[in-house]
T-cell receptor, first 111, second 118 residues
């Protein structure tokens, strides 16, 4: 089915471990985004990508790394997870100025 | 400073009541887009509506209606005859399209938790 998927949907990890959250879209949209959702903050942009091999920081990029070697994939890596990175992570994609569509989210808990 | 403000953190209504969710935004761009998303208890984000800054016409879709007023920088959302299934967190968001803006980037409000009681 076409759309945007995220994996895993749930992840528990420990402080200091590396974690990678995957995002895949089948629309060939140029733009992709990673947001985190925390109570009281709404959604905040972590990183975004305008095309393959083009990425840039958003509002809260510290502690995260992204790559985009293929248009359809936009993985987000926490190099050394911290408790403050416990959150729900949403990936989204966009073509042009059209509507941004979101993946189902990944709930990450860092112990 | 917040670009999108949803002053109502929580709203509770009884079924069949009308309810309005407020959204105030701030931008210097003349071209921008406003959105509402619904997040039900299951957690996904459901797109509801997108308006561009040049279209101030109000919109109605079934029990949902949106009032866009540039003069007050507001984009309010009304649910008529609310139902239990409307219980969710509702987010208002802004996307700027001016020079220097990040195309497609959404600035979200903090959300309004709507609870509709039977």
């Amino acid at each position: 089915d076409a759309g945007i998927t995220q994996s895993p949907r749930y992840k528990i990890t420990e402080t200091g471990r590396q974690v990678t959250l995957m995002c895949h879209q089948t629309w060939s949209h140029s733009y992709m985004f990673w947001y985190r959702q925390d109570l009281g903050h709404g959604l905040r942009l972590i990183y975004y990508s305008a095309a393959a091999d083009i990425t840039d920081k958003g509002e809260v990029p510290d502690g995260y790394v992204v790559s985009r070697s293929k248009t359809e994939n936009f993985p987000l890596t926490l190099e050394s997870a911290t408790r403050s990175q416990t959150s729900v992570y949403f990936c989204a994609s966009l073509q042009g100025t059209d509507t941004q569509y979101f993946g189902p989210g990944t709930r990450l808990t860092v112990l | 400073a917040q670009k999108v403000t949803q002053a109502q953190t929580e709203i509770s209504v009884v079924e069949k009541e009308d309810v309005t969710l407020d959204c105030v935004y701030e931008t210097r761009d003349t071209t921008y887009y406003l959105f509402w998303y619904k997040q039900p208890p299951s957690g996904e984000l459901v797109f509801l509506i997108r308006r561009n800054s040049f279209d101030e016409q109000n919109e109605i879709s079934g029990r949902y209606s949106w009032n866009f007023q540039k003069s007050t920088s507001s984009f309010n959302f009304t649910i008529t005859a609310s139902q239990v299934v409307d219980s969710a967190v509702y987010f208002c968001a802004l996307s700027e399209a001016g020079r220097g803006s990040t195309l497609g980037r959404l600035y979200f409000g903090r959300g309004t938790q709507l609870t509709v009681w039977p």
